[in-house]
C-alpha cells in the first residue's frame, strides 16, 4: 500500500490531479503486468491499462474506502475491462504470436538472462492452462502480493473461496509442469 | 515444488509497462476532468428517491393486503358474534318480551275500542 494513500485519494476525489498522478505512477505497473498475463497482448494491454486509469480517475468519487486498499478497486477495473475485452473481442492472435511476444517483453524490459526469460515464458504458458479466475488470483497473490482479503475484494468473492482457488491453481499449475517436464 | 512454483511466479514481477506509453498515457489521462461530484450526487439521490418510491409502493401494497385479509377476518368474526348473540337465551327473552307487549298492546286497542262502542252508545 502506497505511504499516505488515503490523503492522496482525496485529494484526488477534490480534483487535486497531482495526487492521482502519484497512485498511478504507484499502480499503473501492476495494473498493467495483471492485464498483460492475462491476455498476452502488449499493446491491448497498455490500452486496457490506460482505460483503467481513465475509469478510475473519472469516478474516483464514486470509490469509498471500506477497509480494502484502492488496488482492490484497480483490480476489479481491471478485472472487468479484461472480461468486457473477451467477451466483445475474441483473441484473434495465434498461441506462437503470443509467446513470440511474451518472450520480447519480458527479454526486454527486465534485462533477463535467456535463461530467465524462457523460464518466465514457461510460466507465462503455464498460466494459460488454468482459468481466468485462477489466473487471476496466482497473479494478485503471488506476482501482486496482494492479501487474500483484498483478493477477495477484488474478484467478488470470500476469503475462503479465494485460498480454495489458490490451492486448486497451485495444483494445477504443478500437475501442467509435470506433464510439461514429462513431454 | 510449491516454492519453486511461487518464487516462479514471483518473477513475473520482471513484466514492465513501457516508459513511454507510461507517460503518454498519464499526460492523457489527467487531461480528463473526474465525474463531478453533484452529478454523481444527484445520481444518488435519484437512486435513492427510485428506492424510496418502490419502497413506498411496496408498503403501500403490503398493507392494503393485510387490511383486506383482516377485514375478510372481521367480517366472519361479525358474522359468527351475530349468529352467537341470536341464539343468546336474552335475546330470546327480549323477543318474547316484545311480543308479548305487541299482544297485549292489541288486547288493550281491542278493550278501548269495545269501552268507546260501549260509552256511544249508552249516550245514544
Same mark, same amino acid.
Given at each position: 500500500m502506497l505511504e499516505k494513500e488515503q490523503n492522496l485519494i482525496e485529494e484526488a476525489q477534490n480534483g487535486q490531479e497531482a495526487a492521482f498522478g502519484q497512485l498511478y505512477d504507484h499502480y499503473m505497473p501492476r495494473i498493467y503486468r495483471f492485464i498483460y498475463l492475462k491476455i498476452d497482448n502488449r499493446a491491448e494491454a497498455e490500452d486496457l491499462a490506460h482505460e483503467t486509469f481513465l475509469s478510475a480517475w473519472k469516478n474516483?468519487? #464514486?470509490?469509498? #474506502?471500506?477497509?480494502?486498499?484502492f488496488s482492490s478497486w484497480l483490480y476489479q477495473i481491471a478485472r472487468n475491462k479484461v472480461i468486457d475485452r473477451y467477451r466483445t473481442h475474441k483473441?484473434?492472435?495465434?498461441l506462437e504470436e503470443m509467446d513470440e511476444e511474451a518472450l520480447g517483453v519480458v527479454a526486454s524490459t527486465a534485462e533477463y538472462s535467456l535463461d530467465t526469460a524462457l523460464s518466465l515464458e514457461k510460466v507465462q504458458k503455464g498460466l494459460k492452462a488454468l482459468t481466468h479466475e485462477q489466473q487471476d488470483v496466482l497473479i494478485m497473490r503471488f506476482v501482486e502480493e496482494l492479501s487474500p482479503k483484498e483478493i477477495a475484494e477484488a474478484i467478488g468473492k470470500n476469503e475462503g473461496a479465494v485460498r480454495v482457488i489458490q490451492h486448486r491453481a497451485l495444483n494445477a499449475l504443478k500437475k501442467y509442469f509435470e506433464e510439461e517436464h514429462e513431454v | 515444488m510449491k516454492f519453486n512454483l511461487e518464487s516462479q511466479l514471483k518473477q513475473?514481477?520482471?513484466i514492465q509497462p513501457n516508459a513511454e506509453f507510461v507517460q503518454h498515457s498519464r499526460k492523457l489521462l489527467l487531461l480528463e476532468k473526474p465525474v463531478s461530484r453533484l452529478r454523481l450526487n444527484f445520481f444518488e439521490q435519484l437512486k435513492m428517491s427510485g428506492a424510496l418510491v418502490l419502497a413506498s409502493l411496496l408498503l403501500f401494497v403490503l398493507a392494503g393486503s393485510v387490511s383486506y385479509l383482516a377485514g375478510g377476518k372481521n367480517k366472519l368474526a361479525n358474522l359468527k358474534l351475530n349468529s352467537a348473540e341470536a341464539d343468546s337465551p336474552e335475546l330470546n327473552i327480549r323477543l318474547q318480551e316484545m311480543k308479548y307487549f305487541e299482544e297485549l298492546n292489541k288486547e288493550i286497542e281491542k278493550i278501548e275500542n269495545a269501552i268507546e262502542n260501549l260509552t256511544n252508545k249508552l249516550q245514544k
Open positions: 474516483i468519487h #464514486s470509490y469509498k #474506502s471500506q477497509g480494502f486498499p483473441a484473434n492472435l495465434s | 513475473l514481477k520482471a
